[in-house]
């Protein structure tokens, strides 16, 4: 049995909140200082195997430009190796509301062992949408459900 969870940088949500929650949080660009910072957010996969875990993202800027790194440390895992998609990282592209993370190829270099086992959780790109809240809810649906991303200080808060 081999068992592929991935994680996005932004993992798969689950919207119950409707088109609410897909509002537009502006006409105008997203701004660096709209992005920077740590964010997490909780995950539960159910499938062949179950596996829960925290993911936590930081959005920074560099000489590169907007970057991000991200870890999902897996808390629960049933029927799976519990693999960490630790670590990963990569570029963050803005085009009007729409936040895509892309996943460095580097990262799948420097996991061969994830890779070729074939089980664990497996970093891939992917896309948001910034809410009015703040929030980035992903722009797709799996078999994940998850929370929006939030800022870490206000996901402790709510």
Request: charged letters at 20%; proline letters at 3%; a positive charge.
């Given at each position: 049995?081999?068992?592929?969870?991935?994680?996005?940088?932004?993992?798969?949500?689950?919207?119950?909140?409707?088109?609410?929650?897909?509002?537009?949080?502006?006409?105008?660009?997203?701004?660096?200082?709209?992005?920077?910072?740590?964010?997490?957010?909780?995950?539960?996969?159910?499938?062949?195997?179950?596996?829960?875990?925290?993911?936590?993202?930081?959005?920074?800027?560099?000489?590169?430009?907007?970057?991000?790194?991200?870890?999902?440390?897996?808390?629960?895992?049933?029927?799976?190796?519990?693999?960490?998609?630790?670590?990963?990282?990569?570029?963050?592209?803005?085009?009007?509301?729409?936040?895509?993370?892309?996943?460095?190829?580097?990262?799948?270099?420097?996991?061969?062992?994830?890779?070729?086992?074939?089980?664990?959780?497996?970093?891939?790109?992917?896309?948001?949408?910034?809410?009015?809240?703040?929030?980035?809810v992903a722009l797709g649906?799996?078999?994940?459900?998850?929370?929006?991303?939030?800022?870490?200080?206000?996901?402790?808060?709510?």
């Amino acid at each position: 049995m081999r068992d592929v969870f991935f994680t996005s940088a932004a993992l798969f949500v689950l919207l119950a909140s409707g088109a609410s929650a897909q509002t537009s949080f502006s006409q105008a660009a997203i701004t660096r200082a709209d992005l920077q910072g740590d964010w997490s957010q909780k995950v539960r996969c159910r499938g062949h195997a179950s596996v829960d875990f925290d993911h936590q993202l930081r959005i920074y800027v560099d000489q590169r430009g907007l970057r991000f790194k991200g870890n999902a440390p897996v808390k629960s895992a049933q029927y799976a190796s519990g693999r960490d998609a630790r670590y990963y990282y990569g570029a963050v592209q803005v085009s009007g509301d729409i936040v895509t993370l892309k996943v460095s190829p580097r990262y799948y270099r420097d996991l061969p062992d994830v890779m070729d086992m074939g089980e664990g959780v497996v970093a891939q790109d992917a896309s948001y949408q910034l809410t009015q809240d703040g929030d980035l809810v992903a722009l797709g649906v799996n078999a994940c459900k998850t929370t929006p991303l939030k800022r870490a200080a206000l996901a402790r808060q709510r």
